[in-house]
């Protein structure tokens, strides 16, 4: 149940999997309780970016998502770590745990206006998954922020909690916030996977104006350099 903690083979035998197994052709990732095409994949172009995907060969989404996350690490009792390392790359997971090199998925849909229907798409190599997926290696900003504009919220948006010129971003983006009066915000921690302990904490101070707990309970080691100066006993 830690999240530092993973056992993974060695890149050779990693790459021998990725060059023999079958993939499924579609970036796939869990939002909310759906898993969603997010990604247009050039070799199923008929599949649109936010179809949900509700059952693979006969096996409900659902019961795909309990085998998976059950060999995958999580952080503590925190539930949403393993779905992360899951929507991070759905298709090598799945490919990994069948254990057969298929030739096609039968997938049921349901498309973005609610239609649902059954097709059949063909399975690819790592090579060509790679290569046909529109967003290749981009990685969104790690801190955003968007002020507040006629009725919409202002938004931040944190992707990890000690990014590079964090506590700056948190200082400009709540003295702008102050100075505009803003009254709404939403804080975005989508995708989030979490970070240095005294980042996580600076966030909150920002939104309570009295003294808080951050931890009900911890264990460290001697060299534990944290929030709070905390000293292993």
């Known amino acids: 149940r830690c999240g530092h903690t993973i056992l993974q083979p060695p890149y050779s035998v990693v790459r021998v999997l990725e060059e023999q197994k079958r993939l499924l ?12 095409v997010t990604e247009v994949c050039t070799l199923t172009p008929d599949v649109a970016a936010g179809t949900e995907i509700l059952a693979i060969d006969g096996a409900s989404m659902g019961s795909i998502e309990r085998e998976l996350t059950s060999f995958l690490p999580a952080d503590g009792f925190i539930e949403t770590g393993a779905l992360r390392f899951l929507s991070r790359d759905f298709a090598t997971y799945l ?29 690819v190599t790592g ?9 290749g290696d981009d990685e969104p900003e790690p801190l955003r922020y968007v002020a ?15 990014a590079e010129g964090f506590e700056e971003f948190l200082d400009r983006t709540f003295t702008d916030l102050k100075e505009r009066g803003t009254e709404a915000v939403v804080l975005d921690l989508r ?10 904490a ?5 939104f309570l104006d009295e003294p ?10 001697p060299r534990y350099e944290g929030i709070g100066g905390i000293a292993a006993a």
């Open 95 to 123: 490919a990994l745990y069948r254990g057969d090199r298929t030739n096609e998925f039968r997938l049921d849909v349901r498309d973005p206006a609610g239609a649902e229907r059954q097709l059949v798409v063909e399975a």
């Open 148 to 162: 507040a504009e006629g009725d919409d919220p202002a938004i931040v948006d944190v992707r990890y909690f000690g």
């Open 25 to 36: 052709p579609l970036v796939v990732e869990r939002l909310g309780d759906r898993w969603v």
């Open 191 to 200: 995708g989030n996977g979490g970070g240095k302990d005294e980042a996580g």
């Open 212 to 221: 808080f707990g951050y931890f009900d309970r911890i264990e460290v080691t």
């Open 202 to 206: 600076l966030l909150c101070s920002y």
């Open 127 to 135: 090579a060509a998954f790679e290569s046909a997926t529109a967003g």
